[in-house]
């Protein structure tokens, strides 16, 4: 790229900081509110005219190959005339008021907030394309691989974030129809762990390395190429961002990509026509380059035919000391308008020098207010019951990534859940005793009975044969083994059978037998024998697979309703619900103090290209210095050579001679200034009609800028502004 068509660039960089820069630095050292209260975007509290505006943001979950998971929507309704109702307009589902408990009711297709003369802070969710896609690809020693297959992996990687800008508008420019883009910036930023990348490098950006680890944050403009026209030949805008690193055992953490268009949004249009003057001044100058050029074809044209015509040369003696004149005349014009060039080029080189000299104030100022937000960011923190260094711009990212981290609801109910399980398995051994007691007692009675029924079936057997032999002896006359003998041999009739067994069944009913047989029973159950029983039988029980089963079941039961209800305890859950709200509001804060970094990173790049172009305007100052000092010798010159003319009367032959070396010098003038005319005005010029084509682009681009306020839905009546958070899961070995 040339140096002239790289100026044009940063002319028109320099504008776009210049003018939007100024007005970001107005509102944020004049914005009175708290960081707390006002976390979605610091600079932007005031609402336009003083009437009502929505602030968004829009929180992009996206998986680590950039492909959109879910998209949460935050909007903050400024109520700046404290209306006791706001007319509001929203595509958003699942709305939730996150501040308050003010609601809002249907009314055709709008949403109608019972505010009460106060701001309006909800979110929601929604399904809808985003202005601006993004694209993650990942490369392994040139090779394209997947997310998935990159983790744990090693070798030369390289990281590509591509932005899709689909946001745009068709305007005429000039008479022609356009294609002009929503002007984002994207802002990409990472923490990369230094055991695992070295030698990062990345492409449109700056890295921060702290020893451990290496912040990258890159910035790209997608579709501003194409607004402003400009050839990729002369100047590329960046459309993507790109790190590589040797790597070794891939892991990631999350990625974070804010879009803004709100750079562009604050630019003031009307400050861009002064380039109109610049454009009168360089015609001006082309004009009489021109002239100058004509003149000195002319001498030269003259002088030759002069030479060529020597044999008439004395002759024509009286006519060459008129035109001698004549040119001594031209000399001394020449030197009054190379004079004035010197003063216009002087006038330049001061004013831009006076702009420099601003250049430091102004970089002051920036990092003044840009230490304050930081000083102001940190107090809320600290109040917050979050312990925090001292946050100054180069540590401010890495601080508060780190805490952020730390606040995850997922990692503190990982901690919380890690902490209880501690605390439960220290108790172990004391669970496993209780349980296999209860166990043991569960098995003991159910052996017990089991020896109980057997000891009462032999005891009812024994008391039976008695209560047998009473009732036969009684009946009969005979003894139960004689019954027994007799009934075998068929003595016995049934029917006296059929007596005898109801007789003993009506003894073994009798409460005074029953009482024979429990007593009987108890007896046996406390013998040493029972007893001794009773254990081996329920030692044996215990021994087994089955129970030691039951109780291994039982203890990792008791331990786990033991962690859930430590975990549904008030104390843990206060916890987890105090960290999301802290690391929410955290993301917002370190979103706007990102917003503002950018900006003080432009106004550094803007305030170093004014001190170019003054550097650039000096010099030229002095080239038009020495160019007055060659007119200045040229007139004399002229004037020296209508006195040798008078001269040439009485030395026509020194004259002829003279006169060739005139030519010489006469085409060396010539080519001197064609030169300086090819290589100097003519570009310069160009430079300056090229401006003006990529400024009329500019503006458009401004415009467009202008009327994309919103993402999800806004009222007419209200003013508003969007800026889209990306954030990318992180890639870790399983």
Do not use: H
């Not at 969710?125 to 020693?141: A, F, H, M, Q």
């Not at 019954?483 to 409460?511: F, H, L």
């Amino acid at each position: 790229m040339n140096k002239f068509s790289s100026k044009i660039t940063i002319l028109v960089l320099c504008v776009i900081l210049c003018l939007g820069g100024a007005v970001s630095v107005f509102a944020l050292t004049t914005d009175k509110k708290d960081v707390s209260e006002n976390s979605q975007n610091t600079a932007s509290s005031e609402t336009a005219d003083g009437n009502i505006a929505k602030d968004e943001t829009v929180y992009v979950l996206a998986g680590a190959d950039g492909a959109v998971k879910k998209i949460i929507v935050s909007d903050w309704i400024k109520n700046a005339l404290g209306s006791a109702n706001i007319n509001d307009s929203s595509n958003l589902s699942n709305i939730e008021n996150v501040k308050g408990d003010e609601s809002y009711k249907i009314s055709g297709n709008a949403k109608v907030w019972d505010a009460n003369g106060k701001d309006i802070y909800y979110q929601g969710n929604i399904e809808k394309e985003l202005p601006v896609g993004l694209s993650i690809t990942y490369k392994l020693d040139g090779e394209t691989v997947s997310a998935d297959n990159i983790a744990g992996k090693s070798g030369k990687v390289s990281i590509r974030f591509d932005y899709d800008n689909k946001q745009f508008e068709t305007v005429k420019i000039n008479g022609k129809d356009e294609k002009i883009y929503v002007p984002f910036a994207m802002l990409t930023g990472m923490i990369l762990d230094s055991n695992n990348f070295r030698n990062v490098q990345v492409s449109n950006g700056k890295l921060l390395n702290d020893g451990d680890r290496t912040a990258v944050v890159g910035i790209a403009m997608p579709g501003l190429q194409d607004n402003l026209g400009i050839s990729k030949d002369k100047f590329e805008l960046p459309d993507y961002v790109e790190i590589t690193a040797d790597v070794t055992n891939f892991n990631m953490g999350m990625t974070v990509t804010v879009a803004t268009n709100e750079i562009f949004t604050k630019l003031d249009t009307s400050k861009l026509d002064s380039a109109d003057g610049i454009t009168d001044s360089i015609t001006q100058l082309s004009d009489g380059m021109k002239q100058l050029l004509d003149g000195s074809s002319q001498l030269y044209d003259g002088l030759y035919t002069l030479l060529d015509k020597s044999k008439e040369l004395v002759q024509g003696i009286d006519k060459l000391a008129v035109g001698a004149k004549s040119l001594s005349d031209g000399a001394v014009a020449l030197d009054n308008g190379i004079g004035k060039l010197k003063t216009g080029a002087n006038d330049l080189s001061n004013g831009l020098n006076k702009l420099k000299s601003n250049n430091d104030t102004l970089n002051g100022g920036a990092k003044q207010v840009f230490e304050s937000l930081l000083a102001t960011a940190e107090k809320q923190i600290k109040a917050s019951g979050i312990d925090v260094p001292t946050l100054t711009i180069d540590n401010y990212a890495k601080v508060l990534d780190e805490i952020i981290g730390s606040l995850d609801e997922t990692k503190v109910y990982e901690e919380a859940l890690r902490q209880v399980t501690a605390a439960v398995e220290s108790n172990r051994p004391l669970i496993i005793q209780k349980v296999t007691e209860t166990v043991r007692e569960q098995v003991k009675a159910q052996v017990t009975n089991t020896v109980r029924e057997n000891v009462l079936n032999m005891v009812t057997a024994s008391v039976k044969e008695q209560v047998s032999e009473q009732v036969i002896q009684k009946a009969l006359g005979m003894s139960k083994a004689d019954y027994d003998a007799a009934v075998k041999a068929g003595m016995i009739p049934t029917e006296t059978q059929n007596i005898i067994n109801s007789s003993i069944d009506t003894q073994m009913q009798t409460s005074e037998v029953k009482s024979t047989i429990e007593a009987n029973t108890s007896a046996q159950m406390e013998s040493d024998t029972i007893k001794s029983t009773i254990k081996s039988n329920t030692d044996a029980q215990m021994e087994t697979e089955s129970v030691k089963n039951i109780i291994s079941e039982n203890v990792e039961n008791q331990i786990k309703k033991a962690i859930a209800e430590n975990m549904a305890s008030d104390e843990v859950q206060a916890k987890l619900a105090a960290a999301s709200e802290g690391a929410k509001a955290l993301i917002e804060l370190k979103a706007s103090l990102d917003s503002y970094n950018a900006f003080y990173l432009g106004l550094l790049t803007y305030t170093q290209g004014v001190a170019t172009a003054a550097d650039g305007a000096s010099a030229l100052n002095s080239g038009v210095d020495e160019l007055k000092k060659g007119s200045a010798q040229l007139k004399d010159g002229a004037s020296a050579l209508y006195d040798g003319i008078l001269q040439m009367k009485n030395g026509s032959p020194a004259l002829v001679d003279g006169v060739s070396k005139l030519k010489d010098g006469s085409m060396q003038l010539s080519s001197g200034l064609k030169e300086f005319n090819e290589k100097g005005i003519e570009k310069i010029t160009s430079l300056v009609d090229d401006a003006k084509v990529v400024i009329e682009r500019l503006k458009a681009t401004v415009e467009v800028s202008k009327r994309y306020r919103n993402f999800s839905g806004i009222s007419s009546e209200m003013s508003g502004q969007v800026k889209f958070i990306y954030k990318t899961d992180e890639i870790k070995t399983k």
